[in-house]
């Protein structure tokens, strides 16, 4: 086969789809050397991707995510290169491409939390944005030849509201696999953003759905209660949602707490590995690639009680909280913080839970889906 790859979210810019796509692209070439592939990528990551394989071959689709050229332009190239079979990584699926794809789907968020708090836009621009999201949405669900929901949360959620495509829908996990989880510590690096140990870290957006305000609620509480964790590390792009985050703490006098925007994956591991306790409140996730790399640097977890999260990082690799409950979020807090017996059990189960994960399994698994969808179709010709 002729195999495409939307691969415009590439390289750790993109966070949890960017990084599922690079490692995805990573164990075809390992695994796959029959197939053709041509893997379509933006200006901006075009020379991070080198192929290591023969069959792989980058092309240039600089086409915006969740913009009129990815709907209206982007099918053009892809029609161009005549694949037998498009994997589109996101969601965000060129209506007028009507040839053979699948999709990946790691959450639907934005049909869940379609509030105006989650837009710098003016309301009108935002709902009508809104509309062409949940359109693309379903047309991709509806005509794709098969879906990979990245957790049976996912794949539950994509049925509950498109039971018509449940049948066509496949669970294949992500992974939180890293190179060395025990790198040196450059205290360097601690001294200059005034970081002192021990410390909570938290790694993601500041989206509403992360529910970071709450976060941010109890660790005052947990402080104010004589908590002797002091200083909470938050790591995520400087936006406009962060932003907020500072607006709020700066109001509210809120003590020791470090926003960190950009951070080098080397430094992102000295992070996880010098952390106390790793949070994660978030009300919604399709995954939940940050906790379970905590498990895997053998931190902790606090995490929000969502079925989810109870998936993914295990039922007693993590304790979890009703995170909206700002007196039983901050108590948690002291038991995990305080509880050396407590924290020796989870942190032993959680990265037992968190080394099962493999992304070389995930490629193997997608590969064989490719592999279905080809035998299927070489019957229907015969």
Same mark, same amino acid.
């Given at each position: 086969m002729r195999i495409g790859i939307d691969a415009?979210?590439?390289?750790?810019?993109?966070?949890g789809i960017g990084r599922y796509t690079q490692k995805l692209i990573i164990?075809?070439?390992?695994?796959?050397?029959?197939?053709?592939?041509? *893997?379509?990528?933006?200006?901006?990551?075009?020379?991070?991707?080198?192929?290591?394989?023969?069959?792989?071959?980058k092309v240039v689709a600089d086409y915006q995510w969740y913009s009129f050229?990815?709907?209206?332009?982007?099918?053009?190239?892809?029609?161009k290169y005549r694949c037998d079979l498009i994997h589109f990584a996101h969601f965000n699926v060129p209506i007028l491409y009507w040839n053979k794809f699948i999709v990946t789907i790691h959450d639907l968020i934005l049909l869940h939390y379609p509030t105006r708090k989650a837009s710098t836009r003016n309301?009108?621009?935002?709902?009508?944005?809104?509309?062409?999201?949940?359109?693309?949405?379903?047309?991709?669900?509806?005509?794709a030849c098969s879906i990979i929901a990245v957790s049976r949360f996912t794949k539950q959620d994509i049925c509950k509201r498109y039971p018509s495509v449940c049948t066509k829908t496949? *669970?294949?996990?992500?992974?939180?696999?890293?190179?060395?989880?025990? *790198?040196?510590?450059?205290?360097?690096?601690?001294?200059s953003y005034g970081i002192m140990r021990p410390y909570m870290l938290y790694v993601g957006n500041a989206y509403p759905h992360k529910n970071l305000?709450?976060?941010?609620?109890?660790f005052a509480q947990y402080i104010k209660n004589g908590g002797d964790v002091k200083g909470m590390i938050l790591v995520g792009k400087n936006d406009y949602f962060y932003a907020g985050i500072t607006q709020y703490i700066e109001k509210n006098e809120i003590k020791n707490i470090i926003i960190l925007d950009t951070v080098t994956d080397l430094q992102l591991q000295m992070l996880y590995q010098s952390a106390h306790i790793f949070v994660f409140p978030s009300l919604y996730e399709g995954f939940g690639l940050p906790p379970l790399e905590s498990q895997l640097h053998r931190v902790p977890v606090l995490s929000s009680d969502h079925p989810c999260m109870r998936e993914i990082l295990s039922d007693e690799g993590a304790l979890f909280v009703d995170t909206l409950k700002t007196d039983a979020f901050?108590?948690?807090?002291?038991?995990?913080?305080h509880n050396d017996h407590l924290r020796e059990q989870m942190i032993e189960?959680?990265?037992?839970?968190?080394?099962?994960?493999?992304?070389?399994?995930?490629?193997?698994?997608?590969?064989?889906?490719?592999?279905?969808?080809?035998?299927g179709w070489r019957n229907k010709k015969k």
């Open positions: 415009r979210f590439y390289g750790p810019s993109s966070k164990h075809l070439e390992k695994i796959d050397h029959k197939n053709k592939y041509i *893997v379509f990528l933006r200006k901006n990551n075009y020379d991070l991707y080198v192929p290591q394989n023969k069959n792989f071959t050229g990815e709907q209206i332009l982007f099918p053009f190239v892809l029609y309301v009108l621009f935002y709902w009508i944005k809104f509309a062409m999201y949940r359109l693309v949405i379903y047309m991709a669900l509806k005509k496949h *669970v294949i996990y992500e992974a939180a696999e890293i190179d060395n989880c025990a *790198v040196p510590l450059d205290e360097s690096f601690f001294r305000y709450a976060l941010l609620d109890a901050a108590s948690a807090m002291q038991e995990i913080a189960v959680g990265h037992k839970n968190a080394v099962k994960y493999s992304w070389l399994e995930m490629a193997e698994q997608t590969y064989n889906i490719y592999k279905k969808l080809e035998h």
